[in-house]
Structure formats: C-alpha cells, structure tokens
C-alpha cells in the first residue's frame, strides 16, 4: 500500500459514461475505503444504463464519495470541466482525475501527491506511461506506436517543449490553477490534455519549470476504447486547430 500525502487535499474525479458491464465496483470500493483521505467526484455523464444507480450506491457507503450527474452525454473533457466548477476549490489544494476503468490505479496518484509534497513548485504532475525493466505498464504495440507519433508532433509543431505523454488519464493539478484553466469549455474533444497545456502557457506560466512527467510504475491497458477509429482520423484537424487558436 502507498501512503497518501498528509500535507494535501485532494479530489480525484472520474467520469463514467454507459460503464455498467466495466465497472470493477469491489475494486472501486477497496480503493474508497483504502484511500480514505482521499476525495472522489464520480460523475455520469449521461449513462442510459444503471452506471447512475452504481454509483449512488458508492456516495451512500462511502463519505468521501459524492456523485454528480449529466443530463445528457457531454463527453471526458466537458464533464471534467464541469466536476472541477462544482468543487469547493478552497477546500483542495490538488484537483486530479483518471479514467473509470482504472487503468491507472489510484496508488498511482498517491505517487503523485507524494511527489508534489516534495516539490510544490510543480503546478501541474503529469503520470506518463514508459515501459520501462521493473515496472508493470502494459500497452498494445499499436497504442504505443500511435502515442510516439502523436506526442512527436504535439512536442515539436504546437507546445514546443519535449512531452512524452500529454494524454495519460493520470493528472493532478493545483487547485486554484484547476479552477482557471478549467474556466472555459475546450475548444477541441479529444485533445484536451494538450490544452490545459496551452492554456498555462496562455497564463506565461513557464511549463518547463512549472510542470513535470513522473513513470507510472503501474498501468494497464484496458481495451473497450471510448474513441472510435473513425474519431482519431479527426485528431490531425484538432491539432490545427489548436495550433491555430493558441500560436
């Protein structure tokens, strides 16, 4: 078990959308109890399933859960965005998310807030997924190939600045920058990772010294992507979007 970072309040948000069948719900509920200190917003965005009874049943049981609810499917970024307004922010310090299917343990964000403990400088702890002798992190070929060519390009041609992996599930964000950022709907739906990014650096905040990539030690691949293959032939157009609003 990783201890929790004492010094921090933090909120962890998850967005579940039409997640009934994938819910691990003795593992989420090993993970609530585990991780006491620990805040959790679960939101349903939109489920058409019983993902919205689940989940009240989580708030029930557990005190550090709440639920918030959709009423109509609005997607990761916008249904993030939206958790982050309704928080009582002065009561965080740190603001973070990660998938439903947990494919990034919630462990792994306590390694996160252990990190930022030591380095409160850091505005914003980005976990990135390397392979790497000892750890356990488990990605098909094709993601991985995929994720190299995509990080390339977004390093290079709209950020500037060498990021491995922007689009990692696993963030934790200092509370007060959260609520800034978080202001304003994205203006792209799958990329949004990627323009928080912008969006610091819109505010002269320098990402070289203000934000850092920690390895995972842990992450698994889960399949049952929510994008369709049809959807990542958008994601060049995105780019020059992005590249367009923000250069």
């Not at 918030?68 to 309704?86: C, I, M, P, T």
């Not at 990190?115 to 390397?130: P, V």
């Not at 060049?236 to 923000?246: C, E, G, S, V």
Request: overall charge positive; charged content about 25%.
């Amino acid at each position: 078990m990783v201890a929790a970072s004492s010094l921090f309040k933090t909120l962890l948000i998850i967005p579940f959308y039409n997640e009934e069948a994938r819910i691990d719900r003795h593992k989420l509920a090993q993970n609530f109890k585990e991780f006491s200190q620990l805040d959790f917003l679960l939101i349903d965005d939109g489920s058409q399933d019983q993902t919205p009874q689940n989940l009240q049943s989580f708030a029930q049981e557990y005190k550090n859960v709440s639920v918030r609810k959709n009423d109509k499917n609005l997607g990761k970024a916008e249904s993030l965005r939206q958790g982050v307004l309704s928080a009582e922010i002065k009561k965080y310090d740190y603001i973070g998310y990660l998938d439903a299917d947990l494919a990034t343990p919630i462990s792994e964000i306590v390694r996160l807030l252990n990190y930022a403990e030591k380095n409160t400088d850091k505005k914003l702890i980005m976990g990135t997924r390397i392979k790497l002798l000892g750890n356990r992190v488990k990605r098909s070929l094709v993601r991985h190939y995929f994720g190299r060519i995509f990080a390339t390009i977004i390093s290079q041609f709209v950020l500037k600045i060498p990021v491995y992996d922007t689009q990692c599930g696993a963030k934790i964000i200092q509370a007060p920058l959260a609520q800034e950022i978080f202001k304003t709907p994205f203006y792209t739906k799958w990329l949004f990772d990627v323009e928080l990014l912008l969006r610091m650096r819109k505010q002269s905040i320098d990402l070289t010294q203000n934000v850092v990539e920690i390895p995972l030690f842990e992450w698994t691949e889960m399949g049952d992507s929510k994008i369709r293959w049809y959807e990542f032939l958008s994601v060049p157009f995105q780019i020059i979007k992005l590249y367009a609003k923000y250069s």
